[in-house]
């Protein structure tokens, strides 16, 4: 068999990995190395080195098939040393914002022996829902670089930002042949920071990407909108029982104050900040309400609605929109219904979930309200969010039935 002649390595063959960056970067021509730390997944990977895709679009099922990849578990030597072929110009991950400091470990070392090896530059492109997630693993990685390491890592590896986007909630095992396969939707949106990737060799092109100098703009809508929108979603349909995305957002209430967040409050603030067009948006803003209500994916409140402090903290899906809006003199009276949804999800498996509801039981709700937000006591987001708070504790379906 001839050797492929482009690999790259991506860490965390989940979701994301296997149902959207791996099939991307394999039908721009790469074979794809996953690392990943769950040895079963690799195993699965080398024994069948492929997989399939099943786009799970309301009206329509399309499959494809994924072959051209293989697997390194992450915390073996093996994965530094492929960082040393010169074959591999490009390193994605998609393994969970917390995770990037472990990784960074091993991409440091990974670097290391590929400056031994003189085996070229190469870009590393974090696909985390986060702000600058790239940044932050580059920042990792310095931690353990030495000095000389450094200053050729400065000029050989691109560290590019990126906004990433595409519905991939776990797969039910009924529906797919091998434990590999996974269901996506159809739509997808990967845009890439273009100032801040190295020339590798001249001819690359990544099919599905868009390279954009002006990524802030893209990153900011997607998690002020997307993002926003279905934590929203999660948190006001976990209060009212729901177990899914797209139940949730078919209820009437539910669906209104979306769509005034959106509209009206952070989408508002969104379109003045970064001059889009408003028509534009509006449309982003129902097609992104579409995709929640797409009944195939299956798409469980809990896995939306996951970690609550980090979707609550600043900058984030809904703090950001709340934010930016307050700078643009905007509403935020439905953004604020989400953030006190927040405060009231409780999810005994989610450790995040059991921090926060231990705060808010020990400091009181005002409290919490304004140490988690940064809203200060007395002004009138902070009130907003707890009068939110006490009016949705009285809904709570779950709490009448206990
Ligand atoms: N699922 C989705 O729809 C989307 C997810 N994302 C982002 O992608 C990232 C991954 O999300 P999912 O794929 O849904 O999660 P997932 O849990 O399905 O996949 C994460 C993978 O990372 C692996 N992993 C954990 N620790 C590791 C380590 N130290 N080294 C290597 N691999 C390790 C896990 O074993 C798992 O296979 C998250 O940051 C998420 O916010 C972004 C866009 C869409
Ligand atoms: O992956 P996170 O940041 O926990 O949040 C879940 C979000 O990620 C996504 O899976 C992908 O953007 C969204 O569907 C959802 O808003």
């Given amino acids: 068999m001839s050797q492929p002649e482009r690999k790259a390595i991506h860490f965390g063959a989940g979701n994301i990995g296997r149902g959207f960056i791996g099939p991307l970067l394999v039908d721009s021509g790469y074979h794809v190395v996953f690392a990943d730390v769950n040895k079963d997944i690799i195993q699965k990977l080398n024994e069948q080195n492929s997989y399939e895709v099943l786009i799970l679009d309301e009206e329509s099922e399309q499959r494809a098939s994924v072959s051209d990849v293989s697997g390194v578990v992450s915390t073996s030597d093996d994965i530094v040393q492929v960082f040393a072929d010169p074959a591999v110009d490009l390193v994605t991950t998609a393994v969970g914002p917390q995770i990037l400091e472990k990784i960074a470990v091993t991409i440091a070392q990974g670097l290391h022996a590929r ?7 190469l870009n590393i492109i974090a696909c985390e829902n986060m702000i600058n997630q790239t940044t932050t693993l580059r920042n990792h990685v310095y931690e353990h670089l030495a000095d000389d390491d450094k200053e050729w890592v400065e000029e050989n590896i691109g560290f590019a930002n990126c906004s990433v986007d595409r519905i991939v909630p776990p797969f039910d095992p009924k529906d797919s042949a091998t434990p590999l396969d996974v269901g996506v939707e159809g739509f997808y949106e990967w845009v890439v920071d273009e100032k801040a990737l190295r020339r ?9 990407v868009k390279l954009t100098t002006s990524l802030d703009a893209y990153i900011e809508r997607k998690l002020f909108t997307l993002n926003c929108g279905h934590a929203i979603t999660a948190y006001l349909g976990f209060l009212k029982g729901y177990n899914t995305i797209d139940e949730a957002i078919r209820d009437e209430d539910i669906r209104e104050t979306v769509r005034k967040a959106l509209l009206n409050e952070g989408g508002a603030a969104l379109w003045k900040k970064h001059n889009f067009d408003e028509d534009e948006y509006r449309q982003y803003v129902e097609k992104t309400m579409e995709r929640f209500a797409n009944p195939r994916l299956k798409d469980e409140i809990v896995r939306v609605g996951r970690q609550p402090l980090r979707k609550l903290a600043k900058g984030d899906r809904l703090l950001g929109p709340a934010y930016m809006a307050r700078e643009y003199s905007l509403p935020i009276d439905n953004l604020a219904k989400g953030i006190a949804a927040a405060f009231l999800y409780e999810m005994p498996d989610d450790k995040q979930s059991v921090e926060l509801q231990k705060k808010v039981e020990k400091d009181g709700i005002e409290h919490a309200v304004a140490e988690i937000t940064g809203f200060d006591k007395g002004s009138k987001e902070h009130r ?8 949705l504790s009285k809904i709570d379906v779950r709490r009448s039935q206990c």
Avoid at 115 to 121: I, L, Q, T
Avoid at 200 to 208: E, F, I, N, Q, S
Wanted: aromatic share 4%; charged share 40%; glycine share 8%.
């Fill in 115 to 121: 400056r031994e090896a003189d085996a070229g530059p």
């Fill in 200 to 208: 590798t060799r001249p001819d690359v092109k990544l099919k599905g």
């Fill in 384 to 391: 907003k969010v707890v009068d939110a708070y006490h009016a």
